[in-house]
Each structure stands twice: as C-alpha cells, then as structure tokens.
C-alpha cells in the first residue's frame, strides 16, 4: 500500500498574487510540512496548476471571475517557492477538476492505495477533484486535511468540508 497525495493549485497567484489571501498564505508551512512527510515515507506526490492562456476574460470560468490569474509562463503560474515539485508529476488543468489528473493517477495507483488532497481552493478545485476522485476510485480512500486546505471564505471554506465529509471524503483536522 502507498500513499498518493494531490497538492492542489498552491500557485503564486493563489497564495499572494491577483486571487492570493490570508488564509491561503496560513497554510504553507502545514501544507509543506505534509510534502516533507510524504517524501519521507516515500509516498508519490503529484502537484496540481490552475493553466490559463491569453483568452481568460472569455472564457466561461472569466465571465464569472474576471480576475486574471495562472495565465501559463507568469510568475503567477508557478508554483510557490517554499514547495519543492522537483521529481513529482505536474498535472496543468485547465478547468477545477482534471480528468488528466484522473488520468495520471489511474496509471500510479494499485489496490488498497491511498489518496490524499491538500491545497487551494478547498471550496472549488479541492472539492471538484475529490468527488471525481470518489468516482474514478470508489475502493479507494480519500482523504482531505482541513489544516493543510483554505477556501475563498470561511464559510464557503466549512461548506466544502461538510459536502466532502456526506460523500464520504475523510476529512481530518477540522473542528
Ligand atoms: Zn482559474
């Protein structure tokens, strides 16, 4: 059995660029220290990047947010300096949940793995990944560490975690 985990979208921009928050900067050190402990424990780690091109403001996801951001080859793009991808997977998606991600993963898994999601937004990609990940993998676990994970608000924040947990997400360090 190992253990697979999906960081998710921790890109310059999600942390302290165009869509960058507190809460998003609060939790690198936990979601840094988790890598270190996967790379101990010789789990895999794959890295997710939000990936947009020039014609973000027409696209759908631009329509609704019209706040340019991870448009590929920017500084906003990569991912934060305090992470280390060097040697894992990198999977450039261009909408929430990625079926390439599904993809890549269906290659690295075997029976009785498991998988764990950290990273930005829990409210939007985490959560868009984990339901894919339930039905792509439904004997496998998922599990989501609420410390290592931040929303666009609190509250939108909670209501992930609570839509994860009914799907049978295990959600771990949330209140
Ligand atoms: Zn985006």
Redesign the pocket.
């Known amino acids: 059995m190992k253990k697979i985990l999906i960081v998710v979208d921790m890109q310059n921009d999600f942390v302290t660029g165009s869509l960058g928050s507190p809460q998003a900067q609060a939790i690198v050190p936990a979601v840094k220290e988790k890598i270190d402990a996967y790379r101990k424990a010789r789990g895999m780690i794959v890295f997710t990047r939000?990936t947009?091109q020039d014609n973000y403001l027409d696209t759908q996801?631009g329509k609704f947010l019209p706040v340019e951001?991870?448009k590929e080859g920017t500084e906003g793009h990569k991912i934060i300096d305090e992470l280390d991808p060097a040697g894992c997977a990198i999977i450039d998606k261009p909408a929430f949940g990625s079926l390439t991600l599904m993809d890549h993963i269906r290659e690295i898994i075997d029976k009785n793995d498991e998988i764990e999601l950290c990273g930005l937004c829990s409210d939007i990609c985490v959560v868009s990944n984990a339901l894919i990940l339930k039905a792509q993998f439904p004997e496998t676990s998922v599990t989501v560490d609420a410390k290592c994970c931040a929303g666009v608000t609190e509250e939108s924040h909670k209501a992930a975690l609570l839509t994860m947990k009914m799907c049978q997400v295990n959600i771990i360090n949330g209140e």
């Open positions: 939000d947009h996801e951001h991870c």
